[in-house]
């Protein structure tokens, strides 16, 4: 079982226990995930380790650069690889639902670093009633998310709320 920070009052966000551990296994530099969800997003094609993943939902009208920066650590360490993405969203779609049900919308974000350019993005992952919808922004993008959407975080367990 997972053991989450308690969530200060001035936090943007929210530890969501769960039941289960969510692991994302270790990837292979030469294996390539292909998904026809996520034809478009690519891969890094980098060897991982075996990363436990854990999620935080927005309680306080956040961007993308404050939701992150909510963290203690270095935006590196935040950050999945595209093919992790990949691998946890089909691996775990039933904890990219909101409550169970894919017609609602509840955006999942996931941090990740484009390697060619250094920068970081956001992968914006729904689970719909059509399959998993998949988009991308760059993590400076000032719009804001509401927390009344339930948006959720994931980031690896190692992981935790600045204080």
């Not at 969530?7 to 530890?15: F, H, V």
């Not at 409550?99 to 509840?106: A, E, I, R, T, Y």
């Amino acid at each position: 079982m997972i053991t989450f920070v308690k969530t200060s009052e001035k936090s943007i966000l929210c530890p969501v226990s769960s039941d289960e551990n969510m692991i994302i296994e270790a990837l292979n530099a030469d294996v390539v995930i292909i998904d026809p969800d996520f034809k478009n997003f690519g891969s890094d094609g980098m060897a991982t380790p075996e990363t436990a993943v854990i999620c935080f939902e927005l309680i306080k009208n956040a961007n993308f650069a404050e939701m992150f920066n909510a963290f203690s650590n270095k935006l590196d360490a935040l950050a999945f690889t595209k093919d992790q993405i990949v691998s946890f969203c089909g691996k775990y779609p039933h904890k990219l639902e909101q409550d169970g049900n894919p017609s609602l919308f509840l955006a999942n974000f996931f941090l990740y670093k484009n390697k060619k350019n250094n920068k970081f993005f956001v992968a914006i992952v729904s689970a719909l009633s059509s399959g998993i919808g998949l988009g991308t922004n760059s993590l400076q993008r000032e719009e804001f998310w509401h927390s009344t959407g339930r948006h959720r975080v994931w980031v690896p367990a190692t992981c935790s709320l600045k204080s």
